[in-house]
């Protein structure tokens, strides 16, 4: 049986890959900065939380690594843990930088000093970019990095550091430079879970409208129970690399909105408001990916379209809106 460490195992990644590990007969071993019950959700709904087990780590303690690394001895570490809102990097800059760049530098450094043999998986991401050109989209591995946000530098950091320790301490770790993906474990200060519990609540008599800022952005979205899967495979293949995970298409958030309320048969047009207070300093207008790497080397690509990410969020927020409910009544 191999075991695996995901740090971040509370956020929407590390408990839909948990699920996953888990069907693989793996152990799995989920660190978070703190266990309060509250952060249990997305385990406790996947219904998986007695079979991981958790426990509390700083990762910006390298001796707590350490000590975490020589007491599980894993096979693989899936690095999810992350500020990872782009809104509140520009709120929270230093705190944004300081964790998502000294948490894999520990990791990957306890990794050097415990057992050079262990695998790691880090999460990139697209905000890596910033603002790119649109003739010369899709993005692939080989664009030059330029970010836009506090959140984007941390991420970039976080990706040269991850290259590095593989290229001068034959590591093997993968990073996966992921797009937007979405899920109902989503934290609520995202707009995708905003736009959708905020329509379901409009349709219940609950809320008037729906407020938004810049709804004219292009994005590349996907479901996160498919991008996992994939994560798997970058450290279950002989070479470790860096690969694109994405949709491969842009939609803006507009079309999300108009699609999300039209499936409920809302009016978006009547329903919807823009508070220029919510648009960001800096804002990405257009970015989608080319993800021809990942499908060659590791024969993986998304097949869910558009509409079926959209009709899939809904009916899973209805789900986990009467999961809370009963919890609550419980």
Not at 212 to 219: A, D, K
Not at 250 to 257: D, K, M, R, V
Not at 265 to 291: C, H, M, Q
Request: hydrophobic share 40%.
């Amino acid at each position: 049986m191999k075991t695996a460490i995901i740090t971040g195992i509370t956020g929407q990644d590390g408990a839909y890959l948990s699920r996953l590990l888990l069907d693989k007969n793996y152990k799995v071993i989920g660190v978070a900065r703190n266990l309060l019950a509250g952060n249990l959700n997305g385990l406790n709904f996947l219904n998986i939380t007695k079979d991981v087990e958790l426990v509390e780590a700083n990762l910006l303690d390298l001796s707590n690594i350490i000590r975490l690394l020589e007491k599980y001895q894993p096979d693989e570490i899936y690095n999810l843990a992350a500020q990872s809102s782009v809104g509140l990097s520009f709120e929270q800059p230093i705190g944004t930088l300081e964790f998502n760049i000294i948490s894999i530098a520990n990791i990957l450094e306890a990794v050097r000093i415990v057992n050079k043999d262990i695998k790691v998986y880090q999460s990139s991401s697209s905000e890596m970019y910033g603002n790119v050109d649109k003739n010369k989209l899709p993005i692939d591995e080989s664009f030059i990095i330029h970010p836009a946000s506090p959140y984007g530098i941390s991420k970039a950091s976080a990706h040269w550091i991850s290259v590095n320790y593989r290229e001068a301490y034959k590591i093997f770790i993968a990073c996966g430079i992921l797009f937007n993906h979405e899920s109902v474990l989503r934290r609520p200060n995202f707009v995708t879970k905003k736009i959708i519990t905020s329509a379901l609540k409009i349709k219940s008599g609950e809320l008037q409208y729906l407020t938004v800022g810049n709804t004219s952005v292009q994005r590349d979205w996907g479901y996160v129970p498919e991008y996992v899967k994939v994560m798997w495979k970058m450290l279950n293949v002989n070479e470790a690399d860096d690969y694109v995970i994405c949709s491969g298409e842009a939609h803006s958030l507009q079309e999300f909105i108009e699609k999300v309320f039209i499936t409920l048969k809302l009016d978006p047009v009547k329903l919807v408001k823009t508070d220029k207070a919510l648009f960001r300093p800096v804002e990405l207008e257009v970015i989608y990916g080319n993800p021809a790497k990942a499908k060659n080397k590791l024969d993986w690509s998304y097949q869910m379209s558009f509409d079926e990410l959209i009709g899939q969020l809904i009916e899973d927020e209805i789900k986990y809106a009467e999961w809370m409910k009963s919890n609550k009544r419980n």
